[in-house]
């Protein structure tokens, strides 16, 4: 299940698993017991780099998928404040539900926008 490449030590494996889960190189270092030197030149390995970068990845798809099957009931809880009987929880339920809606379609809006100039830069590229 690891996306790391074969090619990684343990000791690598362990400086993965410490920069992924610490905030900082001098954090990583203490919790995995190497040096703050051993740790900032695994990072200057292209290799090394390649391993974070798609262990960050897949732990962030993993991340983005429980907050999209939590949407939904994050929606439904603050649909149920609407009808409360306290008028200020109904107004910030309606004024999240509301900023939130924004975000999303200003977000879908770019998304399409920026897929019409891809597709256009691509189409000028092939045309050249």
């Excluded at 939130?100 to 050249?128: G, M």
Aim: aromatic residues 4%.
């Amino acid at each position: 299940m690891s996306s790391t490449p074969k090619s990684l030590n343990h000791r690598k494996e362990k400086a993965l698993e410490a920069l992924l889960s610490h905030p900082s190189v001098e954090a990583a270092a203490r919790a995995s017991g190497l040096s703050r030197a051993t740790l900032w030149r695994y990072l200057a390995d292209p290799s090394f780099q390649k391993a974070l970068d798609a262990r960050r990845t897949s732990s962030f798809a993993g991340v983005l998928e429980r907050l999209q099957s939590s949407a939904s009931s994050a929606i439904d809880v603050l649909e149920q404040h609407l009808h409360a009987e306290d008028p200020a929880l109904q107004l910030r339920a309606a004024l999240i539900l509301l900023r939130q809606s924004e975000k999303a379609t200003l977000h879908l809006t770019l998304c399409r926008r920026l897929d019409v100039a891809e597709t256009a830069i691509e189409n000028l590229e092939y045309q050249s």
